[in-house]
């Protein structure tokens, strides 16, 4: 019996979706939320809350618009369940591997190919946190009094551009990993399998960094996410009693970020958070509130999204088209040789 069978049923579904819930609130550690959030004002954690929902929004309208530049248009809202969903998964699973399910999401439910979806991900993921730990980075150091801030901000409008520029000389990241001499390791014929399709790839990131006003149109949608988050760190300062310099918030968050998405581990398993709390000791927070900041900001950025990618899973399980994961993993095999699994469960 295909998997695709098994997940439309509501006996396999549901305990997945409880066991996903329970396992998002173990990780959000719910029950000290008590502790730290004591006395808080509750109209700010309210706002910062409501953000998860423009978040969630973003999201979609980004990878739809880079779809569409790619010529496989798809709605934003169909998109926001998938990318919900697969931003939970990428919290709850080491590497980011949520980004996989969406690949598969699109291939089933939109018949997008991979190589497209493969593109579309590695823009969004690679290029979203170059982008927030470069940021991150300028933005800290010109609050910190280490680089004038017009050199900050001509140094940002110039990490716009570089992508562009970068592929039009021709130094491809992806192409240069075609190049890699493994076949030996993987057998020749699936390495050519591979790099046929990572060729694919890398024409279509080449086209969608190449057009200007894609490539502008992903940086504002980043930056507007980026933002959201920012105010949402700023919103349970403020919930706290604790003002913040935007800035400095930024260049915490956007820092911290990034070490937890370097360390691979689900939720950044408290990279994230030891982090942020140091850096917001260095922007002149005192330690305990540094402390419930953080966690306040843990919740109200990661739990309502990832309910949302709970309920999203129920109800994309519940509507996978017949030909289910069977058919996608036909449709690696053909791109990428014969080494794939049929993803047939046994009765």
Do not use: C, K
Request: avoid cysteine.
């Amino acid at each position: 019996m295909r998997l695709a069978t098994w997940l439309r049923r509501p006996i396999v579904w549901l305990p997945i979706s409880i066991g996903l819930l329970a396992l998002l609130l173990w990780r959000s550690r719910l029950w000290e939320a008590g502790a730290a959030l004591e006395g808080l004002d509750p109209v700010p954690l309210l706002g910062a809350v409501l953000l998860s929902g423009v978040v969630a929004i973003l999201w979609a309208i980004r990878s739809s618009d880079l779809l569409a530049a790619a010529g496989r248009s798809v709605g934003v809202l169909p998109l926001v369940p998938m990318t919900t969903f697969a931003n939970t998964i990428n919290n709850l699973t080491p590497g980011s591997a949520g980004e996989i399910v969406r690949m598969y999401l699109l291939r089933a439910h939109h018949g997008v190919d991979y190589a497209t979806s493969g593109a579309v991900v590695l823009i969004e993921r690679i290029g979203a946190i170059g982008y927030l730990a470069s940021s991150a980075l300028l933005v800290w150091l010109a609050w910190l009094g280490a680089i004038p801030v017009a050199l900050a901000l001509v140094m940002s409008v110039a990490l716009v551009v570089v992508p562009g520029i970068v592929y039009r000389l021709g130094l491809r990241p992806v192409a240069i990993a075609r190049r890699i001499p493994v076949g030996r390791l993987v057998g020749e014929r699936r390495w050519a399998r591979v790099g046929d399709w990572l060729a694919r790839v890398d024409g279509t990131i080449a086209g969608l960094i190449g057009d200007p006003r894609h490539l502008l149109t992903f940086v504002v949608l980043s930056g507007g996410i980026f933002l959201a988050y920012d105010a949402q760190l700023l919103l349970v300062g403020r919930a706290l009693g604790v003002t913040l310099d935007p800035f400095a918030a930024w260049g915490a968050l956007g820092l911290a970020t990034t070490v937890g998405v370097l360390s691979l581990l689900p939720f950044g398993l408290g990279t994230t958070d030891l982090t942020l709390v140091a850096l917001l000791g260095a922007a002149g927070v005192p330690p305990l509130d540094a402390v419930a900041m953080t966690f306040g900001y843990r919740l109200v950025a990661t739990l309502p999204l990832s309910i949302g990618g709970i309920v999203s899973f129920t109800y994309l399980s519940a509507r996978l088209p017949a030909s289910g994961m069977g058919g996608a993993a036909q449709a690696v095999r053909a791109e990428l040789g014969d080494a794939i699994p049929d993803f047939a469960v046994d009765p």
